[in-house]
């Protein structure tokens, strides 16, 4: 069964730092992945995706995440956060050939001035 | 954005009592879901639909039923809501058929309060 891992549920960091949020997931079969973003009490929009190709994918708001398949992860990072970026981002994946995203628990980016 | 509206967005309702949630979507997606989203649960699929009388149930499925008589409507119904189905429910739409990738559209979510 496939399964996602969001090692950290919180990260702070201050306001134009770098950031890396980290996604580990377990599949024996080829798959996509995807980052979602929910800003406070709205609902999620995808950040970026990975489909095939190049394994560093750019996403929306300066972010961009690297697959690698030997380490079965797809870590989110962005170079310099803005205070509007805190939200929670959700790392998901979708095995090939399926209707069906499996989704991480979330990591909650509190970014500070 | 992808038009999916859902309705209520707030409810709050005592236990025992049945609760339909709604969700829309002017964009003609084949594939319907909905989720729950809870504190240290991520978001939890519940039932999904891949066409008009066409469910199926997800891993969060008990005390939870489903129904699509149109492409653009897909409901959520609590028959008998209980206190552990407090949650914010949210709906998706997707596209994709098995041989594309499943890139989902959500809806703003709905906030459920069980007394």
């Known amino acids: 069964a496939q399964s996602v891992t969001q090692l950290d549920s919180q990260v702070p960091v201050f306001e134009e730092a770098p950031v890396e949020l980290r996604c580990n997931y377990s599949?024996?079969?080829?798959?996509?992945l995807f980052w979602y973003v929910q800003y406070p009490n709205q609902g999620l929009q995808l950040l970026l995706k990975?489909?095939?190709?190049?394994?560093l994918v750019k996403g929306i708001n300066g972010f961009e995440a690297e697959f690698n398949k030997s380490q079965t992860s797809f870590h989110l990072r962005k170079p310099s956060v803005h205070i509007s970026d805190t939200a929670e981002y959700f790392c998901?994946?979708?095995?090939?050939?399926?209707?069906?995203?499996?989704f991480g628990t979330g990591t909650r980016l509190q970014v500070f001035p | 954005d992808a038009g999916i509206t859902q309705s209520p967005r707030h409810k709050v309702t005592e236990t025992g009592t049945p609760v339909t949630l709604r969700c829309h979507q002017t964009?003609?997606?084949?594939?319907m879901y909905w989720y729950r989203q809870d504190p240290g649960h991520g978001l939890r699929l519940i039932h999904y639909?891949?066409?008009?009388?066409?469910?199926d149930k997800g891993e969060v499925s008990d005390g939870y039923s489903v129904s699509r008589s149109k492409t653009e409507d897909f409901l959520l119904t609590l028959e008998s809501a209980t206190s552990s189905q407090t949650s914010v429910y949210f709906c998706?739409?997707?596209?994709?058929?098995?041989?594309?990738?499943?890139?989902?559209?959500f809806g703003p979510g709905t906030r459920l309060t069980v007394l």
């Open positions: 998706a739409i997707s596209e994709s058929d098995p041989s594309s990738y499943n890139e989902q559209f």
């Open positions: 599949s024996s079969v080829s798959v996509y």
């Open positions: 990975y489909l095939s190709g190049s394994t």
């Open positions: 998901a994946v979708s095995r090939h050939n399926t209707d069906k995203l499996i």
């Open positions: 964009e003609n997606h084949r594939y």
């Open positions: 639909s891949y066409g008009v009388k066409d469910t």
